[in-house]
């Protein structure tokens, strides 16, 4: 019987022929990413708890210090010490304030055909490249960074047919939430959201990574797509090479088939406080908001720059309003620079920030206030999650976070 792309990966990953879902394999990791939300626990246990600490494989390792960065207060400044002394001890590479960990790994490690774990849930964004990314505890972190190796029971794969091309105006970031809203937040719990077809074709790199980064908002282990030209072109802009070229099997198995065509998308907002809240952005118009928020491992890259850069050139940011603007990395923010997006931006009264997480995170920068309301392309929307427990967070595409920025109420660009 056949395989799909993720059963491969995971197969090379244990030295076997074949896997199915239910078994469960010894894998031997590619690469493991760590951030500053939990490195401080991983290496307090290797520490402390370990007989004889010993990492299998440092050129494997890699931790990013990204969710609060610069540090905020004394105690995260105390933990990211921990951090880069220790990555400094033992020869890791270490990055700071370059950029969220997966925009980070993606620029600079991801490569298709690899299996890699990440003490982050949003892992999973790895997919874009071909690569089966997932999210783990710092305790599993622990134990691959001391033996190399984990486990993995194979997921079941649910294949998402795309079809038809997003019409003008309507972004990966509306595809997805539109998926995630259809299916439920619990919609492929535990399974791999595999997405295929002429219209996954028609997705850049940086689409892509939309749509696999928030498959973990809807339970999957990983999304991924099948590598293909796009792919290797973006590999070889980035100096890299795949480790394997896998495709599904036409006689692949999969739990579930949808067919999802692009060409019938919308711009949608996903309410307050559970992702797939998700309803047309018509129906939310003229919601008043604090603050909205450009940027996160989701929605923060060159791409989304340009869409919030062309709705807002020569407008104004609604007065009251803060509008931040958090470019992804390093690399999107001195692109944006030498296309002007950062003057537009700051011309129209947004606050540019420095690449870190922000108020997707919201313990670091943005955090909102009693009863404030964020719109946000961030990738959740919890209670509580961008500050004080009665704010509130919409989560919508790039187009629309600019326009509600300018509107002070959420608008679609449309009604600019
Ligand atoms: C801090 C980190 C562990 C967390 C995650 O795992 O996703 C964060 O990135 C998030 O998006 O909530
Ligand atoms: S940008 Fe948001 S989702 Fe991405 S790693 Fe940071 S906190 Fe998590």
Same mark, same amino acid.
């Given at each position: 019987?056949?395989?799909?792309?993720?059963?491969?990966?995971?197969?090379?990953?244990?030295?076997?022929?074949?896997?199915?879902?239910?078994?469960?394999?010894?894998?031997?990791?590619?690469?493991?990413?760590?951030?500053?939300?939990?490195?401080?626990?991983?290496?307090?246990?290797?520490?402390?708890?370990?007989?004889?600490?010993?990492?299998?494989?440092?050129?494997?390792?890699?931790?990013?210090?990204?969710?609060?960065?610069?540090?905020?207060?004394?105690?995260?400044?105390?933990?990211?010490?921990?951090?880069?002394?220790?990555?400094?001890?033992?020869?890791?590479?270490?990055?700071?304030?370059?950029?969220?960990?997966?925009?980070?790994?993606?620029?600079?490690?991801?490569?298709?055909?690899?299996?890699?774990?990440?003490?982050?849930?949003?892992?999973?964004?790895?997919?874009?490249?071909?690569?089966?990314?997932?999210?783990?505890?710092?305790?599993?972190?622990?134990?691959?960074?001391?033996?190399?190796?984990?486990?993995?029971?194979?997921?079941?794969?649910?294949?998402?047919?795309?079809?038809?091309?997003?019409?003008?105006?309507?972004?990966?970031?509306?595809?997805?939430?539109?998926?995630?809203?259809?299916?439920?937040?619990?919609?492929?719990?535990?399974?791999?959201?595999?997405?295929?077809?002429?219209?996954?074709?028609?997705?850049?790199?940086?689409?892509?990574?939309?749509?696999?980064?928030?498959?973990?908002?809807?339970?999957?282990?990983?999304?991924?797509?099948?590598?293909?030209?796009?792919?290797?072109?973006?590999?070889?802009?980035?100096?890299?090479?795949?480790?394997?070229?896998?495709?599904?099997?036409?006689?692949?198995?999969?739990?579930?088939?949808?067919?999802?065509?692009?060409?019938?998308?919308?711009?949608?907002?996903?309410?307050?406080?559970?992702?797939?809240?998700?309803?047309?952005?018509?129906?939310?118009?003229?919601?008043?908001?604090?603050? +909205?928020?450009?940027? =996160?491992?989701?929605?923060?890259?060159?791409?989304?720059?340009? /869409?919030? *850069? &062309?709705? %807002? @050139? !020569?407008?104004?940011?609604?007065?009251?309003?803060?509008?931040?603007?958090?470019?992804?990395?390093?690399?999107?923010?001195?692109?944006?620079?030498?296309?002007?997006?950062?003057?537009?931006?700051?011309?129209?009264?947004?606050?540019?920030?420095?690449?870190?997480?922000?108020?997707?995170?919201?313990?670091?920068?943005?955090?909102?206030?009693?009863?404030?309301?964020?719109?946000?392309?961030?990738?959740?929307?919890?209670?509580?999650? +961008?500050?004080?427990? =009665?704010?509130?967070?919409?989560?919508?595409?790039?187009?629309? /976070?600019? *326009? &509600?920025? %300018? @509107? !002070?109420?959420?608008?679609?660009?449309?009604?600019?």
């Amino acid at each position: 019987m056949g395989m799909t792309i993720a059963e491969k990966i995971i197969a090379a990953a244990a030295g076997v022929d074949y896997v199915k879902p239910g078994d469960i394999h010894t894998v031997t990791l590619d690469r493991m990413m760590s951030n500053d939300g939990t490195t401080h626990l991983t290496v307090d246990m290797y520490r402390n708890k370990l007989k004889h600490p010993h990492i299998a494989d440092t050129k494997k390792m890699v931790f990013i210090v990204d969710h609060n960065v610069p540090s905020d207060c004394p105690k995260t400044a105390a933990s990211q010490k921990k951090m880069r002394d220790f990555a400094k001890e033992n020869n890791i590479d270490f990055w700071e304030g370059k950029g969220v960990c997966h925009q980070v790994m993606m620029e600079n490690y991801v490569c298709p055909g690899e299996l890699i774990f990440g003490a982050d849930s949003h892992t999973c964004s790895y997919g874009a490249l071909g690569a089966f990314g997932t999210g783990v505890g710092c305790t599993d972190l622990l134990y691959g960074m001391v033996t190399g190796k984990s486990w993995v029971l194979v997921p079941e794969t649910v294949k998402f047919n795309l079809v038809g091309k997003l019409p003008e105006g309507v972004y990966a970031r509306d595809l997805i939430l539109t998926i995630i809203g259809t299916i439920g937040a619990n919609g492929c719990n535990y399974q791999v959201m595999e997405f295929t077809g002429e219209g996954a074709k028609t997705l850049s790199i940086s689409e892509r990574m939309v749509l696999c980064n928030m498959a973990v908002e809807a339970g999957a282990k990983t999304g991924i797509f099948e590598p293909d030209e796009k792919a290797i072109e973006y590999l070889e802009a980035h100096g890299r090479k795949p480790k394997a070229l896998f495709k599904s099997d036409p006689d692949a198995v999969y739990a579930r088939e949808y067919t999802f065509d692009l060409s019938k998308i919308r711009p949608v907002v996903a309410k307050p406080d559970f992702v797939d809240n998700l309803v047309p952005a018509e129906e939310v118009r003229g919601v008043k908001i604090d603050e +909205a928020f450009l940027g =996160s491992c989701n929605n923060g890259r060159i791409e989304d720059l340009r /869409v919030g *850069a &062309s709705i %807002i @050139k !020569g407008k104004k940011v609604a007065e009251k309003v803060r509008f931040l603007v958090v470019p992804a990395s390093q690399t999107v923010y001195l692109q944006a620079l030498k296309e002007g997006l950062i003057d537009t931006f700051m011309e129209a009264g947004a606050i540019v920030m420095n690449p870190n997480c922000s108020v997707c995170w919201g313990s670091c920068q943005g955090v909102i206030g009693e009863n404030e309301v964020l719109i946000s392309t961030g990738t959740r929307n919890f209670k509580g999650r +961008a500050g004080h427990p =009665s704010s509130k967070v919409y989560l919508g595409s790039a187009a629309t /976070v600019t *326009a &509600s920025a %300018i @509107k !002070g109420e959420i608008a679609l660009a449309n009604d600019l």
